[in-house]
Protein backbone atom coordinates (compact mmCIF):
# COMPACT_ATOMS: atom_id res chain seq x y z
CA UNK A 1 0.00 0.00 0.00
CA UNK A 2 1.23 3.72 -0.71
CA UNK A 3 2.11 5.63 2.66
CA UNK A 4 2.68 8.43 1.53
CA UNK A 5 -1.21 9.96 2.30
CA UNK A 6 -1.15 7.73 5.75
CA UNK A 7 -1.21 11.66 6.84
CA UNK A 8 -4.48 12.73 5.30
CA UNK A 9 -7.79 12.07 6.54
CA UNK A 10 -10.60 12.19 4.22
CA UNK A 11 -14.30 12.25 5.46
CA UNK A 12 -16.86 10.07 2.26
CA UNK A 13 -20.17 10.57 3.49
CA UNK A 14 -22.66 8.06 2.12
CA UNK A 15 -19.49 5.67 2.04
CA UNK A 16 -21.82 2.92 1.33
CA UNK A 17 -23.05 3.72 -1.28
CA UNK A 18 -22.71 2.72 -5.51
CA UNK A 19 -20.32 6.03 -5.98
CA UNK A 20 -19.17 6.53 -2.69
CA UNK A 21 -18.08 2.97 -2.22
CA UNK A 22 -15.83 3.06 -5.21
CA UNK A 23 -14.20 6.27 -3.85
CA UNK A 24 -13.03 4.25 -0.78
CA UNK A 25 -11.57 1.47 -2.02
CA UNK A 26 -9.70 4.16 -3.95
CA UNK A 27 -8.58 6.17 -1.08
CA UNK A 28 -7.21 3.36 0.78
CA UNK A 29 -5.98 1.69 -2.11
CA UNK A 30 -3.74 5.26 -2.36
CA UNK A 31 -2.96 5.56 1.39
CA UNK A 32 -5.43 7.89 2.30
CA UNK A 33 -6.92 7.21 5.99
CA UNK A 34 -10.65 7.05 5.29
CA UNK A 35 -13.46 8.03 8.22
CA UNK A 36 -16.80 6.74 5.90
CA UNK A 37 -20.27 8.08 7.02
CA UNK A 38 -23.04 5.83 7.02
CA UNK A 39 -26.63 5.43 8.11
CA UNK A 40 -26.48 1.77 9.08
CA UNK A 41 -23.67 0.60 11.48
CA UNK A 42 -24.99 -2.73 10.34
CA UNK A 43 -23.30 -5.85 8.22
CA UNK A 44 -25.49 -5.83 5.47
CA UNK A 45 -24.61 -2.12 4.65
CA UNK A 46 -20.82 -2.26 5.75
CA UNK A 47 -19.59 -5.42 5.37
CA UNK A 48 -18.63 -4.80 1.46
CA UNK A 49 -16.42 -1.64 3.00
CA UNK A 50 -14.47 -3.70 5.75
CA UNK A 51 -13.52 -6.04 3.21
CA UNK A 52 -11.95 -3.33 1.01
CA UNK A 53 -7.97 -4.20 0.99
CA UNK A 54 -6.89 -1.34 3.63
CA UNK A 55 -9.83 -1.24 4.95
CA UNK A 56 -8.59 -3.28 8.56
CA UNK A 57 -6.46 -0.27 9.55
CA UNK A 58 -7.39 3.09 6.91
CA UNK A 59 -10.86 3.05 7.50
CA UNK A 60 -13.14 4.20 10.50
CA UNK A 61 -16.96 3.79 10.19
CA UNK A 62 -19.37 6.76 11.70
CA UNK A 63 -23.15 6.79 11.95
CA UNK A 64 -24.67 9.68 10.68
CA UNK A 65 -27.68 11.32 9.01
CA UNK A 66 -27.82 14.41 6.71
CA UNK A 67 -30.18 15.80 8.93
CA UNK A 68 -28.51 15.14 12.55
CA UNK A 69 -25.14 18.06 12.20
CA UNK A 70 -23.75 16.56 15.43
CA UNK A 71 -23.19 13.36 13.84
CA UNK A 72 -21.77 14.86 10.94
CA UNK A 73 -19.24 16.89 13.39
CA UNK A 74 -18.46 13.82 14.76
CA UNK A 75 -17.60 12.12 11.72
CA UNK A 76 -15.23 15.25 9.93
CA UNK A 77 -13.39 16.17 13.24
CA UNK A 78 -9.75 15.92 12.34
CA UNK A 79 -10.25 15.45 8.15
CA UNK A 80 -8.23 17.48 5.98
CA UNK A 81 -10.93 17.45 3.28
CA UNK A 82 -14.36 15.66 2.66
CA UNK A 83 -16.08 14.09 -0.42
CA UNK A 84 -19.56 14.66 -0.14
CA UNK A 85 -21.48 11.87 -1.48
CA UNK A 86 -24.41 11.44 0.40
CA UNK A 87 -27.75 12.37 -1.01
CA UNK A 88 -31.08 10.67 -1.97
CA UNK A 89 -30.62 9.12 -5.28
CA UNK A 90 -34.88 7.46 -5.91
CA UNK A 91 -35.28 4.35 -7.09
CA UNK A 92 -37.99 5.81 -9.33
CA UNK A 93 -37.15 9.57 -10.56
CA UNK A 94 -41.11 9.55 -11.57
CA UNK A 95 -42.26 8.74 -8.46
CA UNK A 96 -41.03 10.87 -5.09
CA UNK A 97 -43.84 10.40 -2.40
CA UNK A 98 -42.92 13.40 -0.16
CA UNK A 99 -40.23 15.47 -2.70
CA UNK A 100 -39.48 18.14 0.42
CA UNK A 101 -38.54 15.51 3.14
CA UNK A 102 -37.81 12.64 0.89
CA UNK A 103 -35.52 14.47 -1.44
CA UNK A 104 -35.33 18.27 -0.77
CA UNK A 105 -33.91 18.35 2.79
CA UNK A 106 -31.46 16.07 2.99
CA UNK A 107 -30.04 16.72 -0.15
CA UNK A 108 -30.30 20.69 0.61
CA UNK A 109 -30.18 21.24 4.29
CA UNK A 110 -28.17 18.39 4.52
CA UNK A 111 -25.28 19.57 2.14
CA UNK A 112 -25.03 22.67 4.23
CA UNK A 113 -25.20 20.74 7.23
CA UNK A 114 -21.76 19.17 6.33
CA UNK A 115 -20.53 22.77 5.33
CA UNK A 116 -20.87 23.35 8.13
CA UNK A 117 -19.04 20.83 10.11
CA UNK A 118 -16.30 21.05 7.45
CA UNK A 119 -15.55 25.18 8.71
CA UNK A 120 -15.67 23.69 12.18
CA UNK A 121 -13.10 21.16 11.55
CA UNK A 122 -11.19 23.66 9.38
CA UNK A 123 -11.17 21.07 6.60
CA UNK A 124 -9.29 22.08 3.50
CA UNK A 125 -11.06 20.97 0.84
CA UNK A 126 -14.62 19.74 -0.27
CA UNK A 127 -15.86 17.90 -2.63
CA UNK A 128 -19.40 17.82 -3.82
CA UNK A 129 -20.65 15.41 -6.25
CA UNK A 130 -23.79 16.52 -8.08
CA UNK A 131 -25.03 15.56 -11.27
CA UNK A 132 -25.62 16.62 -14.97
CA UNK A 133 -29.36 17.14 -13.72
CA UNK A 134 -28.19 19.95 -12.07
CA UNK A 135 -26.90 21.05 -15.57
CA UNK A 136 -29.24 20.37 -18.72
CA UNK A 137 -32.34 20.97 -17.70
CA UNK A 138 -32.82 24.57 -18.70
CA UNK A 139 -35.31 25.66 -21.40
CA UNK A 140 -33.10 28.81 -21.85
CA UNK A 141 -30.11 26.57 -23.28
CA UNK A 142 -30.51 26.94 -27.18
CA UNK A 143 -30.88 22.89 -28.62
CA UNK A 144 -27.76 23.17 -30.53
CA UNK A 145 -25.93 24.27 -27.50
CA UNK A 146 -23.05 21.95 -26.47
CA UNK A 147 -23.50 21.79 -22.46
CA UNK A 148 -20.71 23.06 -20.03
CA UNK A 149 -19.64 24.13 -16.89
CA UNK A 150 -21.73 27.69 -17.11
CA UNK A 151 -25.36 25.72 -18.07
CA UNK A 152 -27.23 25.67 -14.50
CA UNK A 153 -30.89 23.32 -14.57
CA UNK A 154 -33.63 25.74 -14.22
CA UNK A 155 -35.39 24.79 -10.95
CA UNK A 156 -38.64 26.44 -12.12
CA UNK A 157 -38.58 24.43 -15.23
CA UNK A 158 -37.38 20.96 -13.53
CA UNK A 159 -41.08 21.78 -11.01
CA UNK A 160 -42.99 21.76 -14.21
CA UNK A 161 -42.13 18.26 -14.90
CA UNK A 162 -42.08 17.23 -11.02
CA UNK A 163 -37.95 16.72 -11.66
CA UNK A 164 -37.15 16.70 -7.91
CA UNK A 165 -34.11 15.21 -8.06
CA UNK A 166 -32.72 17.90 -10.40
CA UNK A 167 -34.24 20.09 -8.01
CA UNK A 168 -32.33 18.52 -5.40
CA UNK A 169 -29.00 18.80 -6.78
CA UNK A 170 -29.08 21.95 -8.69
CA UNK A 171 -29.99 23.48 -5.19
CA UNK A 172 -27.74 21.74 -3.19
CA UNK A 173 -25.00 22.81 -5.82
CA UNK A 174 -25.37 26.05 -5.60
CA UNK A 175 -25.36 26.21 -1.89
CA UNK A 176 -22.56 24.41 -2.34
CA UNK A 177 -20.62 27.71 -4.07
CA UNK A 178 -22.95 29.81 -2.17
CA UNK A 179 -21.36 28.64 0.96
CA UNK A 180 -17.86 28.16 0.02
CA UNK A 181 -17.62 31.98 -1.37
CA UNK A 182 -19.53 33.42 1.62
CA UNK A 183 -17.56 31.04 4.32
CA UNK A 184 -13.67 30.70 2.56
CA UNK A 185 -14.04 27.11 2.15
CA UNK A 186 -12.27 25.73 -0.63
CA UNK A 187 -15.06 23.79 -2.82
CA UNK A 188 -15.11 21.81 -6.04
CA UNK A 189 -18.00 19.71 -7.71
CA UNK A 190 -18.10 17.42 -9.82
CA UNK A 191 -21.73 16.31 -12.29
CA UNK A 192 -21.59 13.09 -13.31
CA UNK A 193 -23.99 11.77 -15.82
CA UNK A 194 -25.86 8.51 -15.85
CA UNK A 195 -23.37 6.40 -13.68
CA UNK A 196 -23.05 2.41 -15.00
CA UNK A 197 -20.29 -0.20 -13.58
CA UNK A 198 -20.05 -2.95 -11.16
CA UNK A 199 -21.07 -2.73 -7.55
CA UNK A 200 -18.83 -3.02 -4.84
CA UNK A 201 -22.65 -3.02 -2.53
CA UNK A 202 -24.85 -6.40 -2.13
CA UNK A 203 -27.62 -4.90 -3.46
CA UNK A 204 -28.67 -3.42 -6.83
CA UNK A 205 -29.00 0.84 -7.29
CA UNK A 206 -31.32 2.88 -9.30
CA UNK A 207 -28.65 3.69 -12.03
CA UNK A 208 -27.74 0.95 -12.60
CA UNK A 209 -30.89 -0.73 -12.14
CA UNK A 210 -31.62 1.24 -15.68
CA UNK A 211 -29.38 -0.90 -17.53
CA UNK A 212 -30.80 -3.87 -15.89
CA UNK A 213 -34.04 -3.04 -17.16
CA UNK A 214 -32.63 -2.55 -20.87
CA UNK A 215 -31.02 -6.32 -20.78
CA UNK A 216 -34.52 -7.71 -18.96
CA UNK A 217 -37.16 -5.48 -19.91
CA UNK A 218 -38.59 -6.89 -22.57
CA UNK A 219 -40.28 -3.83 -23.88
CA UNK A 220 -42.01 -3.97 -26.91
CA UNK A 221 -40.81 -0.48 -27.52
CA UNK A 222 -39.35 2.51 -25.72
CA UNK A 223 -38.99 5.84 -26.20
CA UNK A 224 -35.46 6.43 -27.94
CA UNK A 225 -34.13 8.58 -25.27
CA UNK A 226 -30.39 10.26 -25.96
CA UNK A 227 -28.30 10.02 -22.38
CA UNK A 228 -24.49 10.36 -21.34
CA UNK A 229 -22.92 8.10 -19.71
CA UNK A 230 -19.66 7.21 -17.13
CA UNK A 231 -18.32 4.53 -15.27
CA UNK A 232 -18.51 4.45 -11.55
CA UNK A 233 -14.25 3.75 -11.28
CA UNK A 234 -13.73 7.06 -13.42
CA UNK A 235 -16.21 8.87 -11.67
CA UNK A 236 -14.60 8.02 -8.19
CA UNK A 237 -11.20 9.17 -9.92
CA UNK A 238 -12.67 12.15 -10.74
CA UNK A 239 -13.57 12.99 -7.28
CA UNK A 240 -10.00 12.49 -6.25
CA UNK A 241 -8.22 14.27 -8.94
CA UNK A 242 -10.61 17.53 -7.90
CA UNK A 243 -9.72 16.81 -4.29
CA UNK A 244 -5.71 16.75 -5.19
CA UNK A 245 -5.63 19.41 -7.87
CA UNK A 246 -5.04 22.42 -5.68
CA UNK A 247 -6.62 24.16 -8.41
CA UNK A 248 -9.56 22.66 -9.16
CA UNK A 249 -12.23 24.90 -7.48
CA UNK A 250 -14.86 24.82 -9.80
CA UNK A 251 -17.59 22.98 -11.86
CA UNK A 252 -16.49 19.82 -13.46
CA UNK A 253 -18.69 17.50 -15.94
CA UNK A 254 -17.95 13.97 -15.70
CA UNK A 255 -19.20 12.30 -18.72
CA UNK A 256 -17.39 10.03 -21.20
CA UNK A 257 -20.57 8.89 -23.79
CA UNK A 258 -23.50 9.96 -25.35
CA UNK A 259 -25.56 7.71 -27.12
CA UNK A 260 -29.53 6.63 -28.00
CA UNK A 261 -30.68 3.76 -26.32
CA UNK A 262 -30.66 2.08 -29.87
CA UNK A 263 -26.91 2.59 -29.68
CA UNK A 264 -26.66 1.32 -26.85
CA UNK A 265 -28.79 -1.72 -27.28
CA UNK A 266 -26.84 -2.67 -30.54
CA UNK A 267 -23.76 -2.30 -28.44
CA UNK A 268 -25.06 -4.26 -25.50
CA UNK A 269 -26.54 -7.38 -28.08
CA UNK A 270 -22.58 -7.98 -29.19
CA UNK A 271 -21.53 -8.17 -26.33
CA UNK A 272 -24.32 -10.12 -24.55
CA UNK A 273 -27.08 -11.41 -27.23
CA UNK A 274 -29.09 -13.46 -24.59
CA UNK A 275 -31.01 -11.14 -23.32
CA UNK A 276 -34.00 -9.44 -23.51
CA UNK A 277 -33.78 -6.22 -25.19
CA UNK A 278 -36.44 -3.68 -26.30
CA UNK A 279 -37.74 -4.33 -29.68
CA UNK A 280 -38.29 -1.28 -31.22
CA UNK A 281 -37.84 2.70 -30.19
CA UNK A 282 -40.16 5.66 -30.42
CA UNK A 283 -37.58 8.32 -32.15
CA UNK A 284 -38.47 11.17 -30.03
CA UNK A 285 -36.09 14.15 -31.55
CA UNK A 286 -34.61 14.98 -28.31
CA UNK A 287 -30.47 16.09 -28.74
CA UNK A 288 -28.00 15.74 -26.06
CA UNK A 289 -24.32 17.60 -26.79
CA UNK A 290 -21.79 18.13 -23.40
CA UNK A 291 -18.39 17.04 -23.04
CA UNK A 292 -15.74 16.94 -19.93
CA UNK A 293 -12.67 18.82 -21.82
CA UNK A 294 -12.30 20.80 -18.55
CA UNK A 295 -11.92 17.61 -16.27
CA UNK A 296 -9.97 16.13 -18.85
CA UNK A 297 -7.46 19.41 -18.53
CA UNK A 298 -7.61 18.31 -15.26
CA UNK A 299 -6.03 14.94 -15.85
CA UNK A 300 -8.83 12.96 -16.54
CA UNK A 301 -9.46 10.21 -18.60
CA UNK A 302 -12.12 7.50 -19.11
CA UNK A 303 -12.02 3.49 -19.53
CA UNK A 304 -14.29 2.50 -23.47
CA UNK A 305 -17.52 2.10 -23.02
CA UNK A 306 -17.75 -1.72 -23.57
CA UNK A 307 -15.67 -2.40 -20.66
CA UNK A 308 -18.19 -0.67 -18.66
CA UNK A 309 -20.87 -2.50 -20.56
CA UNK A 310 -19.14 -5.45 -19.84
CA UNK A 311 -18.05 -5.83 -16.46
CA UNK A 312 -21.36 -4.46 -15.17
CA UNK A 313 -22.95 -6.68 -16.67
CA UNK A 314 -20.53 -9.34 -15.56
CA UNK A 315 -21.26 -7.99 -11.97
CA UNK A 316 -25.39 -8.72 -12.46
CA UNK A 317 -24.50 -12.34 -13.32
CA UNK A 318 -22.44 -13.26 -10.73
CA UNK A 319 -24.74 -11.61 -8.24
CA UNK A 320 -27.30 -13.41 -9.66
CA UNK A 321 -29.59 -10.65 -10.05
CA UNK A 322 -33.62 -11.09 -10.60
CA UNK A 323 -35.75 -8.95 -12.26
CA UNK A 324 -38.26 -9.76 -9.16
CA UNK A 325 -35.72 -7.36 -7.37
CA UNK A 326 -36.36 -4.44 -9.56
CA UNK A 327 -39.59 -3.44 -8.64
N1 LIG B 1 -25.65 6.98 -9.93
C1 LIG B 1 -25.75 7.98 -10.81
O1 LIG B 1 -26.08 7.79 -12.00
C2 LIG B 1 -25.40 9.39 -10.37
C3 LIG B 1 -25.24 10.37 -11.36
C4 LIG B 1 -24.90 11.67 -10.99
C5 LIG B 1 -24.72 11.98 -9.66
N2 LIG B 1 -24.89 11.01 -8.70
C6 LIG B 1 -24.69 11.41 -7.29
O2 LIG B 1 -23.72 10.56 -6.72
C7 LIG B 1 -23.98 10.40 -5.31
C8 LIG B 1 -24.01 8.93 -4.98
O3 LIG B 1 -25.07 8.31 -5.71
P1 LIG B 1 -25.18 6.72 -5.91
O4 LIG B 1 -25.57 6.46 -7.29
O5 LIG B 1 -23.98 6.09 -5.33
O6 LIG B 1 -26.46 6.40 -5.01
P2 LIG B 1 -26.64 5.48 -3.73
O7 LIG B 1 -25.97 4.18 -3.91
O8 LIG B 1 -28.12 5.48 -3.46
O9 LIG B 1 -25.89 6.29 -2.59
C9 LIG B 1 -26.49 7.37 -1.95
C10 LIG B 1 -25.94 7.42 -0.53
O10 LIG B 1 -26.53 8.53 0.15
C11 LIG B 1 -26.89 8.09 1.45
N3 LIG B 1 -27.96 8.92 2.00
C12 LIG B 1 -29.17 9.19 1.45
N4 LIG B 1 -29.87 9.96 2.28
C13 LIG B 1 -29.11 10.18 3.38
C14 LIG B 1 -29.28 10.88 4.60
N5 LIG B 1 -30.41 11.52 4.91
N6 LIG B 1 -28.25 10.88 5.50
C15 LIG B 1 -27.10 10.22 5.23
N7 LIG B 1 -26.89 9.52 4.10
C16 LIG B 1 -27.88 9.51 3.20
C17 LIG B 1 -27.34 6.65 1.26
O11 LIG B 1 -27.31 5.98 2.49
P3 LIG B 1 -28.17 4.64 2.75
O12 LIG B 1 -27.35 3.51 2.16
O13 LIG B 1 -28.28 4.57 4.22
O14 LIG B 1 -29.47 4.82 2.05
C18 LIG B 1 -26.28 6.16 0.29
O15 LIG B 1 -25.13 5.75 0.96
C19 LIG B 1 -25.30 11.13 -5.04
O16 LIG B 1 -25.00 12.41 -4.55
C20 LIG B 1 -25.93 11.23 -6.43
O17 LIG B 1 -26.80 12.32 -6.53
C21 LIG B 1 -25.22 9.72 -9.02
Same mark, same amino acid.
Given at each position: ????????????????????????????????? +?? @? /???? =?????? %??? $? &????? !???????????????????????????????????????????????????? +?? @? /???? =?????? %??? $? &????? !?????????????????????????????????????????????????????? @????????????????????????????????????????????????????????????????????????????????????????????????????????????????????????????????????????????????
Amino acid at each position: MADDKRSCRICVTGAGGFVASWVVKLLLSRGYL +VH @G /TVRD =LGEEKT %AHL $K &KLEGA !SDGLLLFKADLLDPASLRHAIAGCDGVLHLASPVPWDTDYVANPQIDLLEPA +VN @G /TLNV =LEACSE %AKV $K &KVVYV !SSTSAVMFNPNLPKSKVLDEDCWSDEEYCRSFEGWYCISKTAAERKVFEYGARE @GLHVTTICPSLIFGPMLQPKMNASNKALFLILTGDYENKENIIRAFVDVRDVAEAVLLAYEKSEALERYICASYIMRLSDLVAKLKILYPGYNYPKSFIENGDDLKMNSEKLKKLGWNSRPFEETLSDTVKCFEECGITKREMV
